[in-house]
């Protein structure tokens, strides 16, 4: 019996270069489609859904704007690299000074450019400033964080309500 040389596997078939286009009428809306992908979620919401570890009367009169800070901190136009020295500094101060509640004002951040070639966060400062405040050394000291009020900030500022 003579050997039989095994056939070869077909080609996969490359997807069609041209594929079929929407209808599209003059004078109607075309389909936006955006590029942008979210990297995390927003940094106000995940704030919003930890868990009070501070008295609920106080933690509502702060929420809703109540309450006055006793200092502020003001971020804008900071690096990342000269930003987290400067809050750990200052939180540090304010828990000496014997402060009970600060805001932190980081800014809502600028858009990134949609056709980048990597995506790019909006607002480096808004979501770094809170995982800093639970790293050490900040985290023994921080009781809880939640966004600002709109009349100190809004979402471009945290109250950080520190322990005694």
């Keep these: 019996m003579p050997l039989q040389e095994p056939k070869p596997a077909p080609a996969p078939r490359a997807p069609d270069p041209v594929a079929p286009l929407p209808d599209f009428r003059i004078g109607a809306k ?3 489609t955006t590029s942008r992908i979210d990297l995390s979620p927003h940094p106000g919401q995940s704030l919003r859904d930890a ?3 501070m008295d609920h009367k106080t933690h509502r009169r702060m929420s809703q704007g109540k309450l ?3 200092a502020r901190l003001d ?3 900071m690096t990342l690299n000269i930003a987290q020295p ?3 500094r200052f939180v540090l101060n304010a828990q ?6 600060v805001l932190v004002i980081t800014g809502k951040g600028k858009a990134g450019d949609e056709f980048a070639p990597l995506p790019v966060r909006p607002g480096a400062l808004r979501h770094n400033v809170p995982h800093w405040l639970h790293m050490p ?3 023994r000291l ?3 964080v939640r966004p600002a009020h709109r009349r100190h900030g809004g979402e471009g500022a945290y109250y950080i309500y520190l322990r005694k």
């Design 51 to 53: 868990p009070v570890r």
């Design 142 to 144: 921080v009781l809880q």
């Design 96 to 101: 000496a000074q014997g402060f009970r509640l």
């Design 86 to 88: 400067v809050l750990v």
């Design 30 to 32: 075309s389909l936006k």
């Design 68 to 70: 006055i800070p006793e």
């Design 75 to 77: 971020l804008h136009g």
């Design 137 to 139: 050394p900040l985290d």
